[in-house]
């Protein structure tokens, strides 16, 4: 488990924005990664008017490994007469990511049902890091935002440094 700081350096952001933005900042970061399945612990939040930062503790490696049971169309339309697979069942196989010999029937209140389990491995925290974070700082909500030269973003002051460390 490490621990993950990400530090904004702005222009000097007026008073009364500091303590909603860094309120958003964390509950934000901890929200994004929690969606992308990255176990931690708590965060800190710290501020100055010219910096944002937040500290999480204990941010996994990797991702959790997700597993999950999708089930497909019914059985007696997945094989034929003579047990071998139509397009239907071939076509799900293609769509969850297996071969056609690891579709298993599945009985459901509905009758026998074709399914397959989906297995994800966990990326690493720091590849994912790369896309959560963009999005975390451009969310924080400001009541008035600036945009600065050619540039699309906006934000309450000019950004001028971005610092973000894991461990």
């Known amino acids: 488990m490490s621990n993950l700081l990400l530090e904004i350096g702005t222009e000097e952001i007026p008073a009364g924005y500091i303590a909603p933005a860094l309120d958003a900042l964390a509950s934000t970061l901890l929200q994004k990664l929690t969606d992308a399945r990255i176990d931690h612990g708590s965060a800190e939040v710290y501020a100055t008017p010219r910096r944002l930062a937040v500290k999480v503790e204990n941010v996994a490696e990797k991702q959790r490994p997700l597993q999950q049971e999708v089930v497909g169309p019914p059985a007696k339309v997945g094989f034929d007469d003579h047990?071998?697979?139509?397009?239907?069942?071939?076509?799900?196989?293609?769509?969850?990511?297996?071969?056609?010999?690891?579709?298993?029937?599945?009985?459901?209140?509905?009758?026998?049902?074709?399914?397959?389990?989906?297995?994800?491995?966990?990326?690493?925290?720091?590849?994912?890091?790369?896309?959560i974070l963009p999005q975390v700082i451009l969310s924080i909500p400001f009541p008035k935002k600036m945009r600065w030269a050619d540039l699309d973003i906006e934000f309450a002051r000019p950004i001028h440094t971005i610092l973000a460390l894991m461990d």
């Open 83 to 131: 047990g071998n697979p139509t397009t239907a069942a071939t076509k799900f196989a293609e769509k969850v990511g297996v071969s056609v010999n690891k579709l298993v029937t599945k009985e459901t209140p509905k009758g026998a049902y074709l399914a397959a389990v989906m297995k994800q491995r966990g990326i690493a925290s720091r590849t994912l890091l790369k896309e």
